[in-house]
């Protein structure tokens, strides 16, 4: 099993711009969710989902958008990056026990 | 509003030391308590985690202590390496939410030779 993935590890945007974090999870976990990490700040929910068609907002959804078509992918859609959108954000799923199991992050900057 | 206060923000520890980490949290409807490690550029990754019908879990070096009626916990990392330097987030999620991590601000973990 090759886990959680994310793709792109890197990505700078300029303001504006509009950009998709993939999130592929190849467990057949049915929760899925993403994170972003602010230095100092520790990890904040932007949007999670319990199954494939099922989404619902966390703590920070303000200028983010998800989909969840199927079981495998769970993506993140930045519509019009903005500075604050900086960060580091992570992915990850979790089986019907407790542990969730994350990816190894995009680093976003927009400039 | 933070839901988890974790302290201290960074620590420092000598190579066999005790390192501990303290956390708080304000929802007793929370039902599930990780600490998660994270070295940089990593993911986070479960290093151990307990439920509250329980005050205590050892897993090697490393130990939860857990306070329900005062609303805390506590990671204890025994023997302390250098290799153990790393972040440590406590976390607390609920059913209600789909189990997501409501996660402390971490703390910074230098153990030094």
């Known amino acids: 099993n090759a886990g959680v993935t994310q793709t792109p590890k890197f990505r700078i945007l300029k303001i504006g711009q509009s950009m998709t974090l993939q999130c592929t999870q190849d467990?057949?976990?049915?929760?899925m969710y993403w994170y972003r990490q602010d230095p100092g700040m520790g990890l904040k929910l932007i949007y999670y989902s319990v199954g494939a068609g099922i989404t619902d907002k966390g703590e920070v959804p303000n200028g983010y958008n998800v989909s969840r078509s199927t079981t495998e992918d769970f993506p993140l859609r930045l519509e019009l990056a903005a500075p604050s959108q900086t960060s580091v954000y992570f992915c990850?799923?979790?089986?019907?026990?407790?542990?969730?199991?994350f990816g190894p992050g995009t680093r976003l900057t927009v400039l | 509003q933070q839901q988890v206060k974790q302290s201290p923000q960074s620590l420092i520890v000598q190579k066999g030391g005790i390192s501990i980490i303290n956390c708080a949290y304000e929802?007793?409807?929370?039902?599930?308590f990780p600490w998660y490690q994270q070295f940089p550029g990593k993911g986070p990754a479960l290093l151990i985690a307990i439920r509250p019908d329980v005050s205590e879990k050892k897993e090697g070096r490393f130990t939860i202590s857990f306070n329900k009626s005062a609303k805390q916990f506590s990671l204890h990392i025994m023997d302390s390496q250098p290799g153990d330097s790393a972040t440590y987030f406590c976390?607390?999620?609920?059913?209600?939410?789909?189990?997501?991590?409501?996660f402390g601000k971490g703390t910074s973990l230098l153990v030094t030779p």
């Open positions: 929802n007793t409807a929370f039902d599930y």
């Open positions: 976390a607390a999620s609920i059913r209600s939410s789909g189990y997501a991590l409501n």
């Open positions: 467990m057949n976990h049915n929760y």
């Open positions: 990850a799923s979790r089986p019907r026990d407790n542990e969730q199991f």
